[in-house]
């Protein structure tokens, strides 16, 4: 079946300008995890969807990045008044729900490069 | 928050040698992953392996949680297994992945 799709592939912006990302998951995972990977930073969490609970945003690193899941589907990673240490590959992941103390396999997309100019 | 630690950072091969990846973890996991990265930046699953030993074609790994660490063993290298092999673990925050900082392999034809 169809894995995790992400748009666009590649994002040039304008420092200062906000811009939007997006991640179609895998079909019946209702678990969503935005990362990002940076030279400096490797591979990090930044926020977790799962069902119609409060996302875990533990991992945004400013009040400029904000993600939204609509329908339980898809979902949007915005990040505003973007900086130039915000350029990096954004990365989404599915899962099926964690469910007691089970944590599920999680598939990712392409993910989309980002770069602040 | 749970530490992830790899070695060794980077590893140079003969095609047809083998090798071991490390992965050491500070604390309880419920979810152990290993990924291959393609030089196209796609992060390919190898194995969810949070206990136990499994075994795809010419990889395995084993993770032993009481003692918290993972080996990943390739058999027979390619050039096509180069790139770089992430650790990947969650703690007691469901969902999350912490990811190490991964091995980079390079084989020589």
């Known amino acids: 079946g169809a894995g995790v799709s992400q748009s666009p592939s590649n994002k040039v912006t304008e420092k200062g300008k906000d811009v939007e990302l997006r991640c179609d998951p895998i079909?019946?995972?209702?678990?969503l995890y935005w990362y990002r990977q940076s030279l400096g930073q490797g591979l990090e969490f930044l926020i977790y969807?799962?069902?119609?609970?409060?996302?875990?945003k533990s991992g945004l690193p400013s009040d400029r990045f904000s993600a939204e899941r609509t329908g339980g589907s898809v979902s949007t990673l915005t990040i505003q008044r973007t900086q130039q240490e915000d350029s990096a590959v954004y990365l989404c992941?599915?899962?099926?729900?964690?469910?007691?103390?089970?944590?599920?396999?999680?598939?990712f997309g392409p993910g989309t490069r980002l770069t602040v100019t | 928050g749970i530490q992830v630690e790899q070695s060794p950072p980077d590893l140079i091969l003969q095609e047809g040698a083998n090798s071991t990846l490390r992965c050491n973890f500070s604390?309880?996991?419920?979810?152990l992953q290993w990924f291959h990265q393609n030089p196209w930046g796609q992060l390919i699953n190898l194995f969810y392996i949070p206990s136990g030993t499994k075994q795809n074609g010419r990889l395995s790994a084993t993770t032993v949680a009481t003692e918290r660490y993972s080996l990943l063993y390739i058999s027979s290298s390619q050039t096509t297994d180069s790139g770089v092999y992430f650790c990947a673990v969650c703690g007691t925050s469901y969902g999350k992945l912490t990811f190490g900082q991964g091995t980079i392999l390079t084989v020589h034809p």
């Open positions: 969807f799962q069902g119609n609970s409060a996302p875990d």
């Open positions: 992941a599915s899962s099926l729900a964690p469910s007691g103390l089970i944590s599920y396999e999680q598939y």
């Open positions: 079909s019946g995972h209702t678990a």
């Open positions: 604390d309880s996991v419920n979810n």
